[in-house]
Structure formats: structure tokens, C-alpha cells
């Protein structure tokens, strides 16, 4: 026998029907003789149409009650997935986050889970219930709801399975697994196996949707046995382990992330302090800055060119120019027409062809390459925009997932 | 300084503008230098929403995932006023009925108030804040949610006033006060400046749904200040205490019920434990039985007549009939077309000639009494069902209630 925790997101439990289809694959792992634990989103546009009726009244509500508004979506879930388990005839209860004891920080809306006290969530195992909980929520020291922010189920499902010690976390999504890359843009992308942690915090922070990276960190850390598959098709899906076998595929996947601009800083003084002195400054207000590239001094000046998501452009911008005498550059421009494609693989970092490999695809393809990033399993270059579904697709080939 | 409790009605919170004449209510209360605490219903028809989600799963859920499921609809209410107070500037949190700690026993759906930990409220209180609270909903022994049942929230509000020795305990409704009877039957019905507990309660038993008996019940026990009002006019409503000046008017309200069945059972046995017998067998399926007339025996033979709700009227009739031989009697006849009119005064048992009074007003309407029922503060007579309207009015000339 073992326990198992499944994490339903806001879409697969979006009307009776659905609700149903995940009663059954819930009772069914039940009636294989496993202790079940279920963790759950809010319905479909739930969370959405709450936050609609609350900026009707206020535009900018506190947090602290935007996540005693908010909590009420999985809340509502958790009670009619119950329901639905009750009436296939199984034992079941459901728990919200403060019964399941989720102890949090008091960061309302975007809390960080501090433990989680199991005591009652056993009781109803022991019971021989299944136990469905409220993900995404939690209570912080002072009694309060607070909310987990954006991927909080993935991560409320890991630190469950984390904590009773689960022998295995189904995160099951729209999707049927991890991909060698976006299916939609390479039709022969190939459905991984397996992927390691570091592999899949990669592509996740690359813009492969499919798990959000704080989950992924929380499974790392715990070493919690993963897997992503689909609640539609219940085929077999990926599983996210610390270890795979890495001499099979150097390259593990590819990914795109559009959701880029670069900003390039011309007429720098070279003198010591200055990347300091600029990174610093956006740190200050959470922008976080991808790659950076900085030109080798001339003339006693330089240029440092970096990339930010494109929803923190403007603020970038406005801090640059406000800190122009202070920094002392000449000018700044900045582009939103580029694309990060990364290719990723734990098995990197022993092979030292793959960065060259890739840039082989993208010279064959005529694609001219403006920024390069590498880490220990990845390596990230910026192109035009309007070539980067090409580019995925000629270094898919090139590394021969199919 | 006072410490005032008022209870909004769902339907005093249905939108946004509502929300915010509730909130300036409550705001307007706070800036006169009190403390406020408040309770709120789930907004307009969100709890029959959440009914019609549960049904479309399972026809008959269990009443714990019921409770955890309608919790969410005052979860919801409490944290948009918050939000619509925060927007007014005023320093304001909202409380679930677990944060309040609003202990109740385990009888889902329906549970009583054991007992309510206030430090969290008082906590609240002393930091100035404006306090939101969530009616109708409690927590058990086990961590569970549970709900009040009808009239929740009334009870919650009067519950939250004793706990808390507040001075006045304010409900706003969608009527501005209590009526010497149903203002749409006699026109020139007058509202009543004061009322005792045990005055209302016989007023809303008998069909003039202001408060729910429950918490008229609580605040007699607990010797609250009540006072019903409407959250749209504001006007000075009725107050609600243990003792008003009974000289000044005999005869408080008249009350009309329609929902009243009469039963006959005709020719039992004139022998000791019939009646026993009949309403030992009702009383087991919980048929609450109102009025009884016993005919005096004669040959041997008696009549028992009595009232029940129209509900409850084909479930006793099917109870009798299985029962005709060991109760033993000769026939049964029964009839929806009756209604049951009472008038209500503390000050009646002491005036002899009230009944009288209300007897001479029918006889004068040339209204036939079926059957009379007299309490210490009531007196209530079985009419025909269309001569009812018209058996109110007379009775209200007939006492100067206008």
C-alpha cells in the first residue's frame, strides 16, 4: 500500500462533469488499495470572478482580506469534490488549509509555507478516508488565511507529500507530461520520461507552463517523487526525480520564452561600481534581470546589455533614465523583439559540444544570435522574435528528440 | 463609548452599492466613537447558488461537506465590506466564525452556539478596529465547520453581544421595525417602539418573520439589548428588551399564520392515555402539534381536534391512519382552510377582559372561532382562511392598535 498525493488544478475540476472525471481517477487509485490525498484548485474562473467582485468595491484591497476572499475558491472546490466522492460511495472529508494545520508566513498573497502540523490529516488517513484538501492557502501565526500566490497548489500538493512522506506527488494538468519541447511549435516533440529536478526547474523558469518552479524547489529539496500527467487522457505521464540516467540525452528539452526585453546601457564609464551600482538599483524593486552581457572596455567606456521580463520594461526604463547622472552612460535603448530559446539537459555540463552544437543549428538556419547565457545545464541564446519558433525547431532536429 | 453589535441581512449586501451603504452605516456607528462589531449573512442569493452546485453533484451530500461548502458564502461577504470600510479609510478585519471562535456541538446544518472565545475579537477591539464577522457559521470539537441553520446569523449577532457584554445589539433587516401586525394586511398598522423577548418571540412564532426564534430566545437568556431596524431608511426601529411598560398597551401585535392544517380524530374511546397515545406517535416523527381541543366525553365516546403545519399535515395523517386500531377510533377529517389568529401583550394576563375583547370584535365581524388556544401573553383563535385578513383588521380597530 502506498500514500499518494494528486493535485487537481482549476481546470480539471471546472464544472460537475469534470468534477466527476477526477472523483474517478481519485477512487480509483483508492480502490488499488492506496491511502489518497487530494489537493485541489478553485473552479475554473472562480478566483477570477472574485477578484472582479472585489475591485468593484475597491481597487486595491488589502492583501490580508484579498486572501480571505480569494480562499474561498478552493474551499468551494475541495466541499463538492467531497461530495461527488461520497456519491460514488467512498469515505472521504475534506480539509482546508488551516484544518490541514498549512503554517505559513504572513506575506498575505504570496506566502511561503514555514511547516505543516499532519496531526489531523493522519487522523482521517488512518480513518481510512480520502482526504481532499484546499490547496493554494494556508494560516499564519497570528490565525489569519493567507494565500500561496501563483502555483500555490503544485507547491501545497509537494510539501503535503513532502511532510507524510508520500511515496509518490501526481501533479496532473491539461497537458500529458513534459516535452522535449512546446508541441505546438515542433509536431514530432517527443514526451520525456523522465527529468530531473534541476532539468524541469529549468524549463519551467524557461516558460514551459507545466509546473511552477517553487514546487519543483520544494520537491528537490525534500526529494519527493513527481510526476505530471494528465487527468483527461490518464496516460503515463513524467516523472520528476533527483536522478535520471544522463548519458542517454544530453539534451533534455527545449524551450521558448518570449516574455523578454533587452535594455542596453551605451557609454559607460569603465570604472569599478558600476554594474553594481545598476543591478542594485532594479534589485531594489524586484526586477529580476536574466542575462547580462557586458562589452570589453574602450576608449574608457563600455556597454552592459541585460534582459528583464517585458512587464517590468517600463519600470526598468524609468529607473535608468531617473539614475542617469549617477550611473553616467551616454544613452540606453532597448528592444521587446527578442526571444530566449534555452536547450536544457543535466548532462551538459560533461559535453562540451552541446553549446557548439546549437549554435551550428542556428548559423545553418541563418539565425543571428544577439545575447548568450550558459549555466551548468543550460544554455540560453537571445534571437529576433520572429525566428524563434524556427530556431526551436531546427535545434530539435538538430539534437535529434523527435 | 458603547460597544455595539449590528447583524446585515444577505439581502443588505447583495451588491457593491450595497455593500457600501452598509458600509456607512457601520463606519458612521464607529465615528460616533463606538465600538463596532459586525455580522453579515452570505451576500443576495449566493447560498442558493452554492445549494444548486452542491445538488448538481450529489442529491443528498453529507451535511459536513454542506457546511464547509455554504461557510464560503459569509467568507465572501465579510471580506468585501472589510474591503469597502478599508476604502471608506477606516481601520477594519474580518473574522470567520473559527477566528471568532464560535464553538458549536457537531449537529451539522443546524448546530448550536456552545460557547465563543472572544480574545481574538477583543484583541481586535483594543487595536481600534472596526470588526467584521461572518454569521451562521461555527467550529466543533473536531476543527470542523459548521452552520447555525435558518435565522444563523440573527443568532450569531446576539450570541456575539452577550459573549461580549455589548450594550446594544442592532439588526438590520428589510423592514424598519416590529408592527402591531402585517402592515400590508391593515394599512394603518403602527410600528411598536419597544417590545418585550417573550412578546416577540410569541409574534415570530406565530408568523411575523422579523427575528428568528433562536436569537430572541439568546437575548432574553442573556438579557441583550435588541433593537430591529432597516438598513435602507435608518429610522429608529423597535426596541427589544425584558421589560416595557405593560400598562401602557395590553395588546402589543396581532399575528396571522397560514401555514396551519387542522386535524380531527372523531369518536375515540373515552378511556385515560388516548391523547398520550396520539401525540407520543406524532411527537416521534417531530410534528410539532399547536393548538388541541378535547371534547368532553359523551356515550362513551370523544373528539380530539389539533393543529400542525401544512408540511407536516399528509406525514401525520398517514401516521394516524396506521395507527386507527390501537388508538381506536371511529373517523378521521381534516382541512388546510384554516388560519390562526393571535393577539400578543405581556400585560394580558392581568386584564381579564382581552380575550373578550378580541371575541367581541370577531362576533361582531360575524367571524365563526373554530378553536381557542390563551397563553399568559397570547390568545389565539382557528379561522377560516378567507375571513382571515378581515378577522386582523377588526381586531386591530377593536384594540386602537393604529
Redesign the interface.
Known amino acids: 500500500m502506498s500514500l499518494i498525493v494528486q493535485k487537481f488544478g482549476g481546470s480539471s475540476v471546472a464544472d460537475?462533469e469534470r468534477?466527476?472525471n477526477v472523483a474517478n481517477i481519485v477512487t480509483d487509485t483508492y480502490k488499488a488499495g492506496n491511502s489518497v490525498v487530494v489537493v485541489v484548485s478553485a473552479q475554473g474562473d472562480t478566483t477570477d470572478d472574485?477578484i472582479a467582485?472585489?475591485k468593484?468595491?475597491?481597487e486595491s484591497?488589502?492583501k490580508?482580506?484579498?486572501d480571505?476572499?480569494l480562499?474561498?475558491g478552493e474551499?468551494?472546490s475541495?466541499?463538492?469534490l467531497?461530495?461527488?466522492i461520497?456519491?460514488l460511495g467512498f469515505p472521504v472529508?475534506?480539509l482546508?488549509g488551516?484544518?490541514v494545520g498549512v503554517h505559513t508566513d504572513s506575506n498575505y498573497s504570496n506566502s511561503r509555507i514555514r511547516k505543516i502540523d499532519h496531526e489531523?490529516l493522519q487522523k482521517e488517513l488512518d480513518k481510512k478516508n480520502i482526504v481532499i484538501v484546499a490547496g493554494f492557502q494556508g494560516i499564519n501565526r497570528y490565525?489569519?488565511?493567507t494565500t500561496l500566490g501563483r502555483g500555490g497548489s503544485d507547491t501545497s500538493a509537494v510539501a503535503l507529500a513532502a511532510a507524510l512522506h508520500a511515496d509518490l506527488c501526481e501533479i496532473y494538468t491539461d497537458v500529458d507530461g513534459v516535452y522535449t519541447t512546446d508541441p505546438r511549435i515542433v509536431k514530432n516533440a517527443a514526451k520525456l520520461k523522465e527529468i530531473t529536478f534541476d532539468e524541469m526547474l529549468e524549463l519551467a523558469s524557461l516558460g514551459a507552463n507545466v509546473l511552477h518552479n517553487r514546487s519543483v524547489e520544494m520537491g528537490k529539496k525534500y526529494n519527493v517523487n513527481m510526476c505530471v500527467r494528465s487527468s483527461l487522457t490518464r496516460a503515463e505521464g513524467t516523472i520528476v526525480k533527483e536522478v535520471v540516467d544522463m548519458e542517454k540525452m544530453m539534451v533534455r528539452g527545449i524551450a521558448k520564452d518570449s516574455d523578454v526585453a533587452r535594455i542596453s546601457i551605451c557609454g559607460i564609464e569603465d570604472t569599478p561600481g558600476k554594474a553594481f551600482r545598476i543591478f542594485t538599483l532594479l534589485a531594489k524593486k524586484s526586477i529580476n534581470v536574466d542575462i547580462i552581457l557586458q562589452s570589453i572596455g574602450r576608449d574608457g567606456k563600455k556597454d552592459i546589455s541585460f534582459t528583464v521580463t517585458e512587464t517590468n520594461l517600463e519600470e526598468a526604463l524609468r529607473l535608468l533614465e531617473e539614475n542617469k547622472d549617477t550611473i553616467a552612460y551616454e544613452n540606453l535603448s532597448w528592444t521587446k523583439d527578442v526571444s530566449k530559446i534555452s536547450i536544457v539537459g543535466a548532462g551538459m555540463v560533461s559535453n562540451p559540444g552541446v553549446a557548439a552544437k546549437m549554435f551550428e543549428a542556428l548559423y545553418e538556419a541563418q539565425i543571428n544570435i544577439n545575447m548568450i547565457s550558459t549555466s551548468e545545464i543550460k544554455v540560453s541564446v537571445l534571437i529576433d522574435s520572429a525566428l524563434a519558433d524556427k530556431a526551436v525547431r531546427v535545434i530539435h532536429d538538430k539534437f535529434d528528440l523527435a
Chains 1, 2 share one sequence.
Open positions: 460537475a468534477v466527476f472574485l467582485k472585489a468593484e468595491i475597491n484591497p488589502s490580508r482580506e484579498m480571505m476572499l480562499s474561498t474551499q468551494i475541495i466541499s463538492l467531497a461530495m461527488a461520497e456519491k472529508v475534506s482546508t488551516w484544518q489531523r490565525g489569519d488565511i
